[in-house]
């Protein structure tokens, strides 16, 4: 296929993934509107159709609690394909929604959007949600200053070995039958286990069990740990914050003194044994053994680390496409199943926005070129095998389709 052809086909799978206002992430195995997928949609929309990507992030932000959350599911209509539904998470939201968040990654793309096509006054009108948003995330996610995680579902990077020490100490023994949708959809091979999803559903009975009230999940919840990847990004996202607010003649100092207050916590997710900043259990101090692409996010909150970046680049160089979600040299890697070792072109976006602001150009069209590669072999899929290219996960991938038009498939790539 030429990159002519590959292009039309993103904008196909944007339009077909297009539920009316908001956008599926893929048919089948996700029905809703999810997050940080909308937020990357959007990105996509943006390089054809402008009004379309501003409408997504409206629709996103529509379904905002009153708390400022924006949940990382909007289960806008009923679709019995997907589990966990509605009433399995029942916090009584209109539109029904999920319990969590998802990484805040919309005031990055907002920004890159209105510097790409501009809409002043759809920023403006989003401007304070995005504030009450970073709000909640300093309020009920950052304990110590650095931002947690209360579900490995609220990372987006769900099965992470970064997630392993607190998962061992949720009890998923107590959750009852329930029936799994994600593996009639796609290879069970490459989706979470078993005992993940038992704890997984232990997590959302625990929320809900307590009506998603933040003070008793975050004292008291079965999960809490330090994710380095939603640091960086947050920290990100105030600053792009901060200059959105600068555009539209609003007062910078709040995102940016948020920013500054995680900036100054980081020192307590150095893991000096792997010279990397790493996931961290809240609630016991452990560390997650082994460096994953969390740490590669620094660069997108201006972190430089010369210890933890060459580290990093050992790791990039132990497979031939993209940053792998986790080191290749650990024992916990698995190149298939999902974040326990795939390349996802969407993190590979995310740090390439890192790469750029840092001027590491060389670096950036690499990852571009071997994001490109992988698309242009396997398709618009959710994540792929970084040692041999092999397309895994749901196919006609919306965030994927986006990242190519916005990012991958830049002339130069
Ligand atoms: C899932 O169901 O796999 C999702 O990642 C949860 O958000």
Request: aromatic share 12%; glycine share 8%.
């Amino acid at each position: 296929m030429t990159m002519t052809d590959l292009d039309a086909t993103a904008r196909e799978i944007l339009r077909g993934n297009d539920r009316g206002g908001y956008t599926i992430p893929t048919a089948g195995l996700y029905p809703f509107q999810w997050n940080w997928d909308s937020a990357f949609a959007a990105w996509g929309f943006s390089t054809f159709d402008p009004d379309r990507a501003w409408t997504e992030l409206e629709t996103l932000f529509s379904a905002q609690w009153d708390t400022g959350m924006v949940p990382h599911i909007v289960f806008h209509k009923e679709d019995d394909g997907y589990f966990p539904g509605p009433s399995v998470w029942g916090p009584g939201t209109t539109p029904a929604s999920s319990g969590i968040s998802q990484p805040p990654v919309a005031a990055i793309l907002a920004r890159k959007i209105h510097d790409s096509v501009g809409g002043t006054e759809r920023l403006r009108a989003l401007y304070p949600r995005m504030l009450a948003w970073h709000r909640w995330w300093r309020d009920w996610r950052c304990p110590e200053g650095v931002a947690c995680v209360t579900h490995p579902w609220e990372s987006g990077r769900d099965n992470c070995p970064d997630w392993d020490p607190g998962m061992a100490n949720v009890d998923g023994s107590q959750v009852g039958t329930y029936t799994r949708r994600d593996t009639g959809h796609v290879d069970a091979s490459m989706r979470p286990g078993k005992e993940d999803y038992d704890r997984y559903i232990a997590m959302v009975q625990f929320g809900r069990a307590c009506g998603w009230d933040q003070k008793t999940i975050l004292e008291d919840g079965p999960f809490l740990m330090a994710d380095p990847a939603i640091t960086f990004i947050l920290i990100r996202a105030n600053r792009d914050l901060a200059a959105i607010a600068e555009t539209l003649g609003e007062d910078p100092t709040e995102p940016l003194a948020m920013a500054a207050e995680i900036e100054a916590a980081l020192p307590s997710i150095w893991n000096d044994e792997l010279q990397a900043y790493c996931a961290r259990d809240a609630r016991t101090g452990e560390f997650a053994s082994a460096i994953s692409s969390g740490a590669a996010l620094g660069l997108l909150a201006g972190v430089e680390n010369a210890a933890m970046e060459e580290k990093l680049a050992a790791m990039w160089d132990r497979v031939r496409y993209g940053i792998p979600s986790n080191d290749p040299a650990a024992d916990s890697f698995d190149p298939r199943r999902y974040w326990r070792g795939p390349t996802w072109p969407v993190v590979n976006a995310l740090i390439a926005i890192g790469l750029t602001s840092a001027g590491r150009s060389a670096e950036e069209r690499r990852l571009r070129k071997e994001t490109a590669e992988l698309i242009r072999s396997g398709g618009f899929f959710e994540y792929f095998d970084p040692l041999d290219a092999t397309p895994c996960g749901g196919d006609r991938f919306t965030w994927t389709a986006a990242i190519w038009l916005a990012w991958a498939n830049r002339e130069d790539a």
